[in-house]
């Protein structure tokens, strides 16, 4: 099953877990798996139109991905804030 | 001993103090994040403060212990998987209820709390308005930035939406009618169907003690209206500019506002490099300048529309208003004169003021 890896504020909403091993072919259905087991994280990732938020990255085993990225079984999502949202 | 709520580009600052004097920055919150505006309820003490995480998106936040944990308040969101996504919460405010609260934001919604801000329900009649598809966003977005309550009657309300102009309510919010007659939109031809028009309103406030009686500042021009808001008259004369974002009612006479003129939508900075505020005593017939203790020279600040509060009344009344620039201003005398509350904080988004309650958060 694939991990779903997370730092702060995310872990701590996601039940204070850094690895959550989800169901999902893509990684929009991951995320949308994560904020479904964890209504904390509801908003925080996907916006009410289910749509990845602008400065939030992800990695696939280390590479650049997207929502529509394909997932085997024993990849690693990495969640990550975008130097993008750090505006001055 | 007053408090100021200052949200800014880079977090939340409260700042205490008298009039008179520069303000103590006695607490910040939520470091390094846009804080787009924060109220303390007075009837609960609770502090309520909208966050727009460029990370995380728009969220509504609080707290009732300064010690404590901010807690982020539920159902501030549009519907799921629709077009649309919540951008930002301009604006909270207290009901006329106890325990209403109401949260105004992009694109052009509308929240309403009845216990105290911990959760918030979306208005639907104004989300599913027919005419919502015609709504235009001003360069702010499509901001629901003002909502007047009517002192007594919870049932009434006025909301401003730029730039779908203003609504109105005597039912609840179960229904909503427009509120526009007399605008005038400058930066449209004059042919453009009436419905086809994207008024752009910047503030719109009511004067408590005559609620009918409302004043608004516009995107080029500023109005009152003696009707709740049905009909508007131009009362710029005077200003020497009708451009700028807030405006403030004195709660105690319904013939006093103030704004912030700015030189134009193509410049929107203080007119002349000088730093004043426009008073009038005689609900919009004349204007006169106060600016004793503001920047006279070489001042070219922006104040944005969530930025200039009060608090007191009449005689008593406190005037504040932040820039873009970091620098905070106040008054004590009604705007007979002003004094530096704080000169470098980030950038000024928002300010609320009101008498300061409880200890220190420090």
Same mark, same amino acid.
């Given at each position: 099953?694939?991990?779903?890896?997370?730092?702060?504020?995310?872990?701590?909403?996601?039940?204070?877990?850094?690895?959550?091993?989800?169901?999902?072919?893509?990684?929009?259905?991951?995320?949308?798996?994560?904020?479904?087991?964890?209504?904390?994280?509801?908003?925080?990732?996907?916006?009410?139109?289910?749509?990845?938020?602008?400065?939030?990255?992800?990695?696939?085993?280390?590479?650049?991905?997207?929502?529509?990225?394909?997932?085997?079984?024993?990849?690693?999502?990495?969640?990550?804030?975008?130097?993008?949202?750090?505006?001055? | 001993?007053?408090?100021?709520?200052? !949200?800014?580009?880079? *977090?939340?600052?409260?700042?205490? %103090?008298? $009039? &008179?004097?520069? /303000? @103590?920055?006695? =607490?910040?919150?939520?470091?390094?994040?846009?804080?787009?505006?924060?109220?303390?309820?007075?009837?609960?003490?609770?502090?309520?403060?909208?966050?727009?995480?460029?990370?995380?998106?728009?969220?509504?936040?609080?707290?009732?212990?300064?010690?404590?944990?901010?807690?982020?308040?539920?159902?501030?969101?549009?519907?799921?998987?629709?077009?649309?996504?919540?951008?930002?919460?301009?604006?909270?405010?207290? !009901?006329?209820?106890? *325990?209403?609260?109401?949260?105004? %934001?992009? $694109? &052009?919604?509308? /929240? @309403?709390?009845? =216990?105290?801000?911990?959760?918030?329900?979306?208005?639907?009649?104004?989300?599913?308005?027919?005419?919502?598809?015609?709504?235009?966003?001003?360069?702010?977005?499509?901001?629901?930035?003002?909502?007047?309550?009517?002192?007594?009657?919870?049932?009434?309300?006025?909301?401003?939406?730029?730039?779908?102009?203003?609504?109105?309510?005597?039912?609840?919010?179960?229904?909503?009618?427009?509120?526009?007659?007399?605008?005038?939109?400058?930066?449209?031809?004059?042919?453009?169907?009436?419905?086809?028009?994207?008024?752009?309103?910047?503030?719109?406030?009511?004067?408590?003690?005559?609620?009918?009686?409302?004043?608004?500042?516009?995107?080029?021009?500023?109005?009152?209206?003696?009707?709740?808001?049905?009909?508007?008259?131009?009362?710029?004369?005077?200003?020497?500019?009708?451009?700028?974002?807030?405006?403030?009612?004195?709660?105690?006479?319904?013939?006093?506002?103030?704004?912030?003129?700015?030189?134009?939508?193509?410049?929107?900075?203080?007119?002349?490099?000088?730093?004043?505020?426009?008073?009038?005593?005689?609900?919009?017939?004349?204007?006169?300048?106060?600016?004793?203790?503001?920047?006279?020279?070489?001042?070219?600040?922006?104040?944005?529309?969530?930025?200039?509060?009060?608090?007191?009344?009449?005689?008593?009344?406190?005037?504040?208003?932040?820039?873009?620039?970091?620098?905070?201003?106040?008054?004590?005398?009604?705007?007979?004169?002003?004094?530096?509350?704080?000169?470098?904080?980030?950038?000024?988004?928002?300010?609320?003021?009101?008498?300061?309650?409880?200890?220190?958060?420090?």
């Amino acid at each position: 099953m694939p991990v779903v890896r997370l730092r702060e504020p995310l872990k701590r909403l996601a039940g204070d877990r850094a690895e959550h091993a989800l169901e999902g072919a893509t990684v929009g259905e991951l995320l949308a798996a994560l904020e479904r087991a964890h209504p904390a994280a509801g908003g925080w990732i996907l916006d009410e139109r289910g749509i990845m938020r602008r400065h939030i990255n992800v990695f696939v085993n280390g590479e650049p991905g997207g929502q529509d990225t394909r997932i085997g079984a024993d990849d690693r999502v990495d969640v990550l804030p975008a130097i993008s949202g750090g505006g001055a | 001993m007053t408090e100021l709520l200052v !949200g800014t580009r880079k *977090g939340l600052f409260v700042l205490e %103090g008298e $009039p &008179g004097s520069a /303000f @103590e920055v006695t =607490d910040r919150a939520f470091a390094g994040e846009p804080v787009e505006y924060a109220l303390r309820d007075p009837r609960s003490g609770r502090v309520l403060a909208s966050v727009t995480s460029p990370f995380y998106g728009p969220k509504l936040w609080y707290r009732d212990d300064p010690a404590g944990e901010w807690e982020q308040a539920d159902g501030v969101a549009v519907p799921e998987h629709g077009e649309a996504a919540l951008e930002r919460i301009w604006v909270i405010a207290t !009901g006329e209820t106890e *325990g209403t609260l109401y949260a105004g %934001g992009d $694109p &052009g919604v509308l /929240f @309403e709390s009845r =216990d105290g801000g911990a959760s918030f329900e979306l208005n639907r009649a104004l989300w599913e308005h027919p005419t919502r598809v015609h709504w235009q966003p001003g360069a702010g977005g499509l901001c629901l930035h003002s909502i007047a309550t009517w002192p007594g009657e919870p049932e009434r309300l006025a909301v401003a939406i730029s730039a779908a102009g203003v609504w109105l309510t005597d039912d609840g919010g179960a229904t909503w009618r427009r509120g526009n007659e007399g605008l005038v939109a400058r930066y449209v031809p004059d042919d453009t169907p009436a419905d086809q028009v994207a008024l752009c309103v910047h503030c719109l406030q009511r004067a408590p003690t005559r609620p009918e009686r409302m004043f608004m500042q516009f995107h080029g021009g500023v109005y009152r209206s003696e009707d709740a808001g049905r009909t508007w008259t131009d009362i710029a004369a005077g200003l020497p500019s009708d451009f700028g974002f807030p405006l403030v009612v004195d709660p105690a006479d319904a013939d006093s506002a103030f704004v912030i003129p700015l030189v134009a939508d193509l410049d929107r900075v203080t007119p002349d490099g000088r730093v004043r505020v426009y008073e009038t005593r005689d609900a919009g017939a004349s204007w006169t300048p106060r600016g004793d203790g503001l920047p006279r020279e070489d001042a070219y600040l922006t104040v944005l529309r969530k930025a200039f509060a009060r608090a007191g009344e009449g005689e008593a009344l406190e005037l504040y208003f932040g820039a873009t620039s970091g620098a905070v201003y106040g008054s004590g005398d009604a705007g007979a004169s002003w004094f530096d509350v704080a000169t470098h904080l980030p950038p000024v988004l928002s300010v609320a003021a009101g008498e300061r309650r409880g200890a220190s958060a420090r």
